[in-house]
């Protein structure tokens, strides 16, 4: 009896456990997403700050150059796994998405923010054109970003979602605004 009991007891321990471990894996498309976005934003960010009057054009362009297309690569895988990915089914996985979604969103305005305070070096650099052109295109791929995690999640949290999508796309048409 105690050797029934116990496999019962395993059995409904396995059966509690796995769901779990499937739900974390329901949202890991996204969240690998929003950790390759962050990482990519933090990159550039380290860059930008490095780049002062006395920076030759040719290293503020490079910098620029490199860090921009790292941010729309990052951005173009995550959006590709996302729209490859199942579902989200778990409720309590999709409603742990927002603080992650928030702080890619502050560190997309903290970039921006740095990105406009630069805007005299850059244009002296002959790179205003190019950053905007650039910006467009990531702006572009955080609305697909954004739809892409939205579509995926449970009908309850899409709202959400959009909102914060919106909120990304707002802070790098602030960006674009700031080049125009």
Do not use: W
Request: aromatic share 2%.
């Amino acid at each position: 009896m105690r050797v029934a009991a116990l496999l019962s007891l395993a059995v409904f321990g396995l059966a509690t456990a796995l769901p779990r471990e499937q739900a974390t894996l329901d949202v890991k498309p996204i969240t690998d997403g929003f950790a390759a976005i962050s990482s990519a934003l933090a990159k550039f960010s380290t860059d930008l700050q490095g780049v002062t009057d006395a920076s030759p054009a040719a290293a503020t362009t490079s910098k620029l150059t490199a860090g921009s297309a790292a941010i729309l690569a990052a951005m173009n895988d995550s959006i590709s796994k996302v729209k490859a990915m199942s579902p989200v089914t778990n409720l309590m996985e999709a409603l742990n998405l927002p603080p992650a979604a928030k702080t890619l969103v502050e560190k997309s305005k903290e970039v921006i923010g740095l990105l406009k305070a630069k805007k005299d070096i850059i244009a002296k650099a002959g790179q205003k054109a190019e950053t905007l052109k650039q910006l467009t295109a990531q702006k572009d791929a955080a609305q697909a970003f954004g739809d892409a995690v939205a579509s995926k999640l449970p009908s309850a949290v899409q709202s959400i979602a959009k909102q914060q999508g919106k909120q990304a796309v707002d802070a790098i048409q602030d960006g674009i605004s700031a080049f125009v």
